[in-house]
């Protein structure tokens, strides 16, 4: 594996980082209080094809690959955590299920729309008692003609309220039965789907957190995605790619924390001195640039084995499960470095530190990521 940055990449890393600087950095603390999630951010995305990164150029996508969607997330999550949340969301999960599993027909009509931010997507499969254990949904979908019946309520959505198109997830089986769940969109308008309660969050305050309920909501069989009984199946394939998005998004964190203790640790000065001279700061550097570069490296590697089509379950659960540890660690040194400031809203650590906890928690915990490590460690 090459681990030198392509030109391409390095340019669209360039452009995700002037774009956050410019026009995400002097908002940050304002959409975090107000957990204002800022619709017109993701739309001056789109036109830059950050909400396609990975879509092919025949349906108006960027066309890049997992390297520079990676970059993308990484430079964005530098700056704010919650608006790199929601771009990985709208781009790994609901425009990358529709990218994967759709037919022709629905891709041509949803991608188009979601690669430009046209549409900002959602995607469902958390319940309120079913995070991990998917086998036991309890929103249903029920065939009725030549259309489905959705009924329940989907939990922890990200832009379950603002998204304009959702792939959801629901049971057509049996609970616990083999091949039990299947993939549908669903379009915001569409009867019977509505927004539920909007979550008041430790961090990630400016990625919108809804309930979607589904009351009676009628779809057709043209809405749904792959074979019936497919739906668990194509999730974990999503999850797969989630998961590099999660780690990006970890590593940009972590990064966005590192950077400010660095600065900080060579302007203040104790003893006349700067802090980053005593060792108990330089170590907590050094720990984090070591960490940092581990985290980064285990995420590249998935990003590889992605783009050749290689299996990768694996390394994209240890690439997430690693670097969102990190994310969680770095940010917590970095609050110590900065001391008593670090604990305030002046200084951009606290939401780092709020921020960065999620990312062990969304698209699987930590310790789901350890099952599915020693699952495949054990297989081998």
């Known amino acids: 594996m090459n681990f030198q940055s392509s030109e391409l990449t390095q340019q669209v890393g360039h452009t995700a980082r002037d774009f956050a600087q410019r026009y995400i950095r002097p908002h940050v603390m304002e959409w975090d209080e107000q957990q204002l999630f800022p619709v017109h951010i993701f739309k001056e995305m789109g036109k830059l094809g950050l ?30 955590g919650s608006v ?89 089986g049996e609970p616990r039965t083999k091949n039990n769940s299947t993939a549908f969109i669903v379009e915001r308008g569409t009867k019977g789907f509505s927004a539920g309660k909007k979550e008041n969050k430790l961090g990630m305050r400016a990625s919108e957190t809804t309930e979607m309920v589904f009351d009676q909501c009628r779809i057709p069989d043209a809405n749904r995605l792959g074979e019936v009984g497919d739906g668990f199946k194509q999730a974990m394939k999503v999850l797969d790619g989630g998961r590099i998005s999660i780690a990006s998004l970890s590593i940009g964190i972590a990064k966005g924390a590192y950077e400010a203790a660095l600065k900080y640790s060579q302007e203040r000065y104790q003893f006349d001195q700067p802090i980053s001279s005593f060792q108990g700061i330089s170590f907590k550097l050094a720990d984090m640039a070591t960490e940092i ?62 921020d960065a906890k999620l990312c062990t928690i969304g698209e699987g915990t930590s310790e789901i990521q350890k099952i599915v490590i020693s699952r495949e460690v054990l297989r081998s």
């Open 51 to 80: 909400m396609g990164v990975l879509v092919p150029e025949q349906y108006g996508g960027a066309g890049l690959t997992y390297f520079e969607y990676k970059t993308v997330i990484e430079e964005i999550a530098k700056v704010c």
């Open 84 to 172: 790199g949340l929601s771009l990985a969301a709208h781009n790994s999960l609901c425009t990358g299920h529709i990218m994967t599993f759709a037919n022709e027909e629905q891709k041509k009509r949803y991608l188009p729309k979601l690669a430009t931010a046209e549409w900002i997507g959602s995607w469902g499969l958390t319940e309120a008692n079913t995070g991990s254990d998917a086998g036991n949904m309890k929103c249903t979908a029920i065939k009725e003609g030549n259309d489905w019946i959705i009924n329940g309520t989907k939990n922890w959505i990200t832009h379950g309220n603002s998204g304009d198109v959702a792939v959801v997830i629901c049971r057509t």
């Open 293 to 354: 570069a581990a985290a980064e490296l285990l995420t590249l590697q998935a990003c590889d084995l992605k783009e050749r089509k290689q299996p990768m379950t694996k390394e994209a659960a240890m690439a997430k499960y690693y670097a969102s540890e990190v994310a969680v660690k770095v940010a917590n040194d970095a609050v110590q470095v900065f001391g008593g400031y670090g604990y305030t809203k002046d200084f951009p650590v606290e939401k780092f530190y709020r």
